[in-house]
């Protein structure tokens, strides 16, 4: 079974400045997508950035990004530019084309301060 | 395009007695999936439904089932609910075929709370 591992249950940032968030995860398939998905307090799941593995190159979503490492299997999110709407629980996760479901990490809370 | 909308966002309900969770997905998508979402446990998948098929099933006791509607529509019902069930239930639905990014939309969820 994929499982996703977030080992930071926390982290915090101030405002302006840059931050990692770090996944793990653990598959035996060649072609997967991996997503960060941000939630809110008491708001709605979105998506923040997505990569397909077979991509070499990092995805970038203005001021997110993030470094894929396939053969590490590793997928941490870099948020440049931290602002208080950043303030979040950022969940990492996984997913294939044949999958019905995607695999969450337990996700890290991110507190921005001013 | 209106987004995935579920009802009710709040419930409370005690401990023996039975919920039903309803879920509309975003015009066109056809697959719905079921999430169970703790701050212990995290997000944990309890069904997902395609054209009215349960296509795969979480390791969840049988109290928790679900259904899809020839409209794309789902419920999930939970009966005998226990203390433990109490949690924020997320539907999400996602676009099949040649569209299908892999992505997840997400309702905002119904939090239940079982006393």
């Known amino acids: 079974a994929q499982t996703v591992t977030q080992s930071q249950p926390e982290m915090s940032v101030q405002e302006a400045e840059t931050v990692t968030l770090s996944c793990t995860y653990d598959?035996?398939?060649?072609?997967?997508?991996l997503f960060w998905y941000k939630q809110p307090p008491s708001r709605q799941m979105i998506l923040v950035i997505r990569q397909e593995a077979y991509k070499q190159q990092n995805a970038t979503e203005n001021r997110f990004s993030v470094n894929f490492q396939k053969a590490a299997k590793s997928f941490s999110l870099k948020i440049s530019d931290s602002q208080l709407g950043d303030a979040a629980m950022y969940f990492c996760a996984y997913g294939t084309d044949s999958g019905y479901a995607l695999n969450f990490g337990k996700g890290t809370s991110l507190l921005v301060t001013p | 395009k209106a987004g995935v909308t579920q009802t009710p966002r709040y419930l409370i309900k005690t401990r023996g007695q039975q919920v039903t969770l309803s879920c509309s997905p975003i015009?066109?998508?056809?697959?719905v999936s079921w999430y169970q979402q703790t701050p212990g446990q995290g997000l944990q998948f309890l069904f997902e439904y395609f054209s009215e098929t349960q296509r795969n099933k979480g390791n969840f006791p049988g109290r928790f089932s679900g259904r899809q509607f020839s409209n794309s529509r789902s419920e999930m019902n939970v009966s005998t609910l226990e203390l433990g069930d109490s949690a924020l239930y997320l539907c999400a639905s996602k676009v099949s075929g040649s569209a299908n990014t892999g992505e997840l939309f997400f309702g905002e969820g119904s939090r239940l709370t079982v006393l």
């Open positions: 015009s066109g998508h056809r697959s």
């Open positions: 598959t035996s398939e060649s072609d997967y997508y």
